[in-house]
């Protein structure tokens, strides 16, 4: 199954309180749950104005139509096609 990456853009994103990003995340679940075990919410990365995600989908659709479910932005969707790290060099 595919891995995709998604870029959202959420002015502000790094000072969101633990008490935020809880709710954000259980919005997410929720929204998967109706979706179906067909995509999965792997994790994510908050920076100061944006967070990215990593999930697991069939196709680009599946992970727009979570975020449109859910109303979350999905500025940027993108393919993994490879994952490399200091082990790809030996």
Not at 1 to 7: A, G, L, Q, R, Y
Not at 17 to 46: A, F, M, N, T
Not at 77 to 88: F, G, M, Q, Y
Request: with cysteine.
């Amino acid at each position: 199954m595919p891995k995709f990456v998604i870029e959202r853009e959420i002015p502000g994103a790094g000072k969101l309180s633990s008490k935020e990003l809880q709710g954000i995340s259980q919005k997410s679940c929720g929204v998967l749950r109706d979706l179906g075990p067909q995509v999965q919410w792997v994790h994510s990365y908050v920076t100061d104005n944006k967070i990215y995600c990593v999930y697991i989908a069939p196709d680009e659709a599946a992970v727009r139509e979570h975020a449109e479910m859910g109303g979350f932005p999905a500025n940027s969707v993108a393919e993994i096609r490879s994952i490399i790290d200091p082990t790809t060099a030996e």
